[in-house]
Nanobody
Framework: VQLVESGGGSVQVGGSLTLSCLVI????????MGWHRQAPGKERELVAF???????HYADSVKGRFGISRHEENNTVSLQMNNLKLEDTAMYFCARGAGPIKDWGQGTQVTVSS
């Protein structure tokens, strides 16, 4: 299974971006799907997760601002990011599965500037 992210870029504080992760070689609904991020000098952290049953979970730092959605019609999972903050700057990775994660995408950079 291959995961291909897209949608990263540069945005000003308060702006919005939508990341997308295409699942190739597997069904997006077969396992839980998550978005993780890693900022320079920091550990990778889970940002948002959608279980195979459709339940969602968010890190406290993004609750109310980010939304994860699964789109079975095109086998993708998206991350809608609103009201972006400087501290949201990171490389964002799509991941398939949980405990353990089975597949990782290559990452897409999100940079938030003032």
């Amino acid at each position: 299974v291959q995961l291909v992210e897209s949608g990263g870029g540069s945005v000003q504080v308060g702006g919005s971006l939508t990341l997308s992760c295409l699942v190739i070689g597997g069904r997006v609904s077969a396992l839980g799907m998550g978005w993780h991020r890693q900022a320079p000098g920091k550990e990778r952290e889970l940002v948002a997760f959608v279980s195979y049953l459709g339940a969602t979970h968010y890190a406290d730092s993004v609750k109310g601002r980010f939304g994860i959605s699964r789109h079975e019609e095109n086998n993708t999972v998206s991350l809608q990011m609103n009201n972006l903050k400087l501290e949201d700057t990171a490389m964002y990775f799509c991941a398939r599965g949980a405990g353990p994660i089975k597949d990782w995408g290559q990452g897409t950079q999100v940079t938030v500037s003032s």
